[in-house]
């Protein structure tokens, strides 16, 4: 489960940066920023710092930055109204607003490049003769590695008395000696220690026959892209994580009314345009831990592209909503009535509340399958 809390820490950090990005701003044209929070709900921690509050609330359900006069009916100080964010001038509105939808698009790019150029990612075609992993027999019962001991790390030497020097070697020996005895000598740090484990049994459908079965699986040579060529990839996945999200996105608008059918229709499939929480999304980071820690890395830089888009939808009150506000006041020169603007607050910030204990529901009764 460790690539689940990676996820998870990485989730916070993805609304942490998005939140910092606001602050900054704000602070850069010395717009009176007050709180600065991760969470909602009653207070856990905080300090100040200047004429700012930081710290961590009770709810962990994303984060906020206070900034002064972001609503133009909120009660303000007269000595503070000239840095509030009303009395701003349209482009300095703009970049407050949309200062948080750019840290994800910045966050996701540089996640990909520690991804593919520090990370790097496994090269299927060259398999270690170290072990990286070891695993049960299909029935959940203890493999012949687990019984005998063998870790992740464990190098492997020889069997049955013959060298081995390529993981493929290895492997077809084992293939050949299906509930059979074998001798296995590997390497644990400056230890050399022999075993002699009885081989499980699988049907290689390939094959048409038996084959031997021992649990273990290699560790794989790494490729790493190098930092000028990584920019580049890096870039281009941003993009394509862009575009998935935007067909994401459509296909969930477009197929809504399935969706909502499908709580009391359990044969209809909506896995590619269902909601996912945070359980969906652990379970997802956990399945990359095997594939590697660059794929997580990619799976949170995916998170924070889709996030990143959400909040850029036009509807207030998310940041696009605050920058299509901004937008009509800079058209008409007229402030649009906060008491209509409300409702619609209501009804989006109710319909994410909604998706979001829908998505609950789903990874619990129809859990997403990754076979």
């Known amino acids: 489960m460790i690539g689940g809390a990676i996820v998870i820490l990485g989730f916070v950090f993805i609304v942490m940066i998005h939140e910092g990005g606001h602050l900054l701003a704000a602070k850069m044209f010395n717009i009176k920023a007050t709180k600065y929070f991760l969470g909602f709900g009653p207070t856990l921690w905080s300090f100040n710092k200047g004429e700012t509050e930081y710290g961590i609330k009770a709810i962990p359900a994303g984060g906020f930055v206070k900034i002064l006069g972001m609503s133009p009916m909120e009660e303000v100080d007269e000595r503070d109204e000239e840095r509030t964010y009303r009395a701003s001038p349209f482009r300095q509105k703009v970049v407050v607003v949309m200062a948080g939808v750019a840290t994800h698009f ?40 687990l019984q005998e ?16 020097y390529t993981w493929d070697g290895f492997t077809e020996i084992l293939r050949g000696k299906p509930d059979e005895e074998v001798s296995l000598i590997f390497k644990r740090g400056d230890e050399v220690i022999s075993v002699n484990p009885v081989l499980a049994s699988r ?44 067909k994401g996105l459509w296909g969930f608008i477009f197929n809504i009314g399935d969706l909502f059918k499908s709580l009391w229709n359990d044969d209809m499939d909506i896995d590619e345009t269902r909601p996912v929480s945070i359980i969906g999304i652990v379970q997802f980071g956990a399945v990359t831990q095997d594939a590697g820690f660059n794929i997580t890395l990619e ?18 009150p998310l940041d696009g909503g605050h920058l299509a506000v901004a937008i009509y006041e800079k058209v008409t020169g007229n402030h649009p009535d906060v008491r209509k603007l409300l409702p619609v607050a209501v009804m989006v910030v109710s319909f994410i509340i909604i998706l979001g204990i829908m998505g609950v529901y789903f990874d619990i009764a129809k859990p997403l399958s990754f076979e």
């Open 299 to 316: 799976l949170l830089a995916y998170i924070s592209v889709f996030v990143g888009l959400v909040n850029a939808l036009p509807l207030y």
């Open 203 to 246: 049907f290689d459908q390939d094959r048409g026959e038996k084959i031997g079965f021992l649990g273990v699986a290699p560790k794989f040579d790494k490729i790493r892209e190098g930092p000028i060529s990584g920019i580049t990839k890096a870039i281009y996945k941003t993009s394509v994580f862009v575009i998935e999200s935007l």
């Open 149 to 164: 001991g063998l870790r992740p790390g464990d190098k492997i030497i020889a069997i049955d008395g013959a060298d081995v």
């Open 106 to 145: 910045i966050l996701a790019f540089l996640l990909i490049w520690i991804a593919d150029v520090v990370i790097g990612q496994h090269d299927s075609s060259r398999p270690l003769l170290e072990i990286s992993r070891v695993v049960g027999n299909a029935d959940g019962t203890p493999s012949p590695a």
